[in-house]
Every structure is written in structure tokens, then in C-alpha cells.
């Protein structure tokens, strides 16, 4: 069930958004139940755990396809990207600090067109 409601394209849903999503087709759900299993699913490599700051967790079901994050600092909608020049990003070894770099999460922070035309919070 829980994977069921996670499917779709620039689909980030919360363990709650989740929860309420999977409540209308199995009601007697629990948020327990519904973060034992993302927990599962985020280990087994079926989900992403996206930690875009500044709010909840979310879970991004787009393992397939390598991509990044652009996230609305305002309402927190958050989007797959495809940066250009993302291939040539490096991090020279005088800044890993003796580690062994093994994955680059880019996440790129903004105003959508909705909360561009809003008042200032």
C-alpha cells in the first residue's frame, strides 16, 4: 500500500502525506506501519530518503533516474532537476578530509512562480 501511493513522477511525499493517501484505500493504516515500511523500502533501495532542510522528511520513489533537488524556500514544493555541468563537479582531495566520496546530493533552493507573486512573509 505504501508503495502503492508513492508512484509518480516529482512525487515527495511526507510519512503523514503518505499516511493520509494510503488511509483512503486501507483506513486502519498506522503511521507506525507507514514509517516501518518507508524505512524498509529506503533499505532496500526502492525510495530515497530527501532531507531538502527546513521541514519534514520526504520520499522520492525516482531511484531509476539520477537526478537532484529544487526546492520552493516558501511552500516547500519540491522538484526533480537535471543540472547541467553536474558531470564535471568534483571535490578536490584537499577538501574530502581522507574520505572517499561515494554519492553528491545537489539540492537547489528558490521561489516557485506562485510564491514570487505573493506578498513578502
Known amino acids: 500500500m505504501v508503495a502503492e501511493v508513492l508512484h ?7 510519512a503523514e502525506a503518505v499516511l493520509g493517501r494510503a488511509q483512503q484505500r486501507l483506513p486502519e ?5 507507514v514509517y516501518n515500511t518507508l524505512n524498509d523500502l529506503v ?31 516558501r511552500c516547500r514544493e519540491l522538484l526533480d532537476v537535471k543540472p547541467d555541468g553536474e558531470e564535471h563537479l ?4 584537499r577538501h ?6 561515494v554519492d553528491v546530493e ?7 512562480r506562485r510564491c514570487r507573486s505573493l506578498p513578502p512573509a
Request: aromatic residues 4%; contains cysteine; glycine residues 12%.
Open 43 to 73: 533499505a532496500m533501495g526502492e525510495v530515497v530518503e530527501v532531507a531538502p532542510g527546513g521541514g519534514p522528511k520526504r520520499y522520492d520513489p525516482n531511484v531509476a533516474d539520477r537526478h537532484h533537488h529544487l526546492v520552493c524556500v
Open 96 to 101: 574530502r578530509h581522507g574520505y572517499s566520496v
Open 106 to 112: 545537489i539540492v537547489f533552493r528558490g521561489l516557485c
Open 90 to 93: 568534483r571535490l578536490p582531495p
Open 8 to 14: 509518480g513522477e516529482h512525487v515527495h511525499l511526507t
Open 29 to 33: 493504516i498506522s503511521l507506525a506501519t
